[in-house]
């Protein structure tokens, strides 16, 4: 297919996806078009966004791509819809993080590194679908196990687990508690034994939209959080 064209395909493609749309998605609807050709022109796309100075950008985000405004423009974007981005509390946001730093793990594994109960948290998480039932630790009463979904890579602009920011950027980015927390996160890590295996639960629970997720094309507000 000519180059121009795959651009203009895959540009529409993103913009009827309305969610964060895998490169395996866009070669099933080009059929014949290869993998190889497909990234390229992405990222052929994403450098002229960037260099056109235009009201969009194209990100990698949760193993796909979607259109979103930069973020120099979300105060008028928020301003159009009147609306608030989503915030998260430092209790919500301290759990996510031992989450996101630990997955799978376990309530009790983390109420032992925060300090407290942390069930309505957790169920707070899960409503959101920032975090989900992972399955069950091979291990006494078989406790459920949590991890992170794709939602919260898109609430946070990540495009996989490996992009997690390492110990000394989040100390940059983050009040001195929050880096304590994590400081625990990690010393737990590195003196613990392999944990075992946890094993998938056979169906995993319907769980509401995320009041987190980013709109594409409309707004990367939800990427940034307290």
Do not use: C, W
Not at 121 to 137: F, Q, S
Not at 175 to 183: K, M, T
């Amino acid at each position: 297919m000519e180059e121009e064209r795959l651009k203009a395909i895959l540009e529409s493609l993103l913009f009827a996806a309305g969610e964060t749309l895998p490169v395996a998605r866009m070669q099933a609807v080009l059929e014949n078009v290869p993998r190889d050709e497909i990234k390229q022109a992405l990222a052929d796309l994403t450098l002229s966004y960037v260099n056109g100075s235009r009201g969009i950008v194209l990100e990698e985000v949760a193993g796909g791509y979607q259109l979103r405004t930069p973020r120099e423009h979300s105060y008028y974007v928020r301003k159009l819809l009147a609306a608030k981005p989503p915030r998260l509390s430092r209790p919500l946001l301290e759990t996510l993080a031992i989450v996101a730093y630990r997955q799978p793990i376990t309530r009790p594994e983390i109420e032992q590194l925060r300090g407290v109960d942390s069930g309505g948290v957790i169920d707070t998480l899960l409503e959101r679908r920032l975090i989900r039932v992972a399955g069950r630790k091979d291990a006494p009463g078989r406790p459920m196990v949590y991890s992170t979904t794709p939602e919260f890579l898109e609430v946070f602009s990540l495009k996989d687990l490996s992009s997690l920011p390492d110990l000394e950027e989040f100390r940059a980015l983050q009040p001195a508690e929050e880096v304590a927390v994590i400081e625990a996160v990690e010393g737990e890590a590195a003196e613990s034994q392999p944990e075992p295996s946890a094993e998938p639960l056979d169906s995993a629970p319907a769980e509401p939209d995320a009041p987190g997720a980013s709109d594409p094309a409309r707004s990367d507000d939800s990427s940034s959080h307290d």
